[in-house]
T-cell receptor
């Protein structure tokens, strides 16, 4: 069975440019998470979806970040415009159910903003 | 404010040594996850526990909910155990990740 798929794996952009990340969770996983991980730090939740509903987006900087999961399957995270401080690894994870269930992580997208 | 504290932050061990990584947290939780992150970013869930003790192979995780403390033990450590180990309590529906403990096991 395929794991969580993310693309691209690496992205380099100039500041003020837009960028989008894509995530395809494990088949049948209703819950999808987007995390941000800075170097030397643990992941930080950006948004959690249960099916197509964003049930927790309190940590998502909504002035420049947006996310969607239109059909409750794959998801896209967008940054527009990107800032230097957005350089980080963006991780997607999925699970069968509520957060007490095991989460399966994708390989991440490493974003560098120059 | 640091809701999750792991110790040590860095750990170097010789192959075969018994390893202990500690996690203390200040949030009220219903469960706690231990995860492993290898260089290059891949994160793998090791344990989810809400009480007592769990064992998978050479890994053992314990939790004391009243004392808000959990430990991860590795018996007979091996160089392939080298990774970052992350403690993540579950608080109000979300995982709160610690900064991780970087373990290096030398042959």
């Amino acid at each position: 069975e395929a794991g969580v798929v993310q693309s691209p794996r690496y992205k380099i952009i100039e500041k003020k440019q837009p960028v989008a990340f894509w995530c395809n969770p494990i088949s049948g996983h209703n819950t999808l998470y987007w995390y941000l991980q800075n170097l030397g730090q643990g992941p930080e939740l950006l948004i959690r979806y249960e099916n197509e509903e964003a049930v927790d987006d309190s940590q998502l900087p909504k002035d420049r970040f947006s996310a969607e999961r239109l059909k409750g399957v794959d998801s896209t995270l967008k940054i527009q415009p990107a800032e230097l401080g957005d350089s980080a690894v963006y991780l997607c994870a999925s699970s069968l159910g509520p957060p007490a269930y095991e989460q399966y992580f994708g390989p991440g997208t490493r974003l560098t903003v120059t | 404010k640091n809701e999750v504290e792991q110790s040590p932050q860095n750990l170097t061990a010789q192959e075969g040594e018994f390893i202990t990584i500690n996690c203390s947290y200040s949030v009220g939780i219903s469960a706690l996850h231990w995860l492993q992150q290898h260089p290059g970013g891949g994160i793998v869930s090791l344990f989810m526990l809400s009480s007592g003790k769990k064992k998978h192979g050479r890994l053992i995780a314990t939790i004391n909910i009243q004392e808000k403390h959990s430990s991860l033990h590795i018996t007979a450590s091996h160089p392939r155990d080298s990774a970052v180990y992350i403690c993540a309590p579950l608080d109000q529906g979300n995982l709160i990740f610690g900064k991780g403990t970087k373990l290096s096991v030398k042959p």
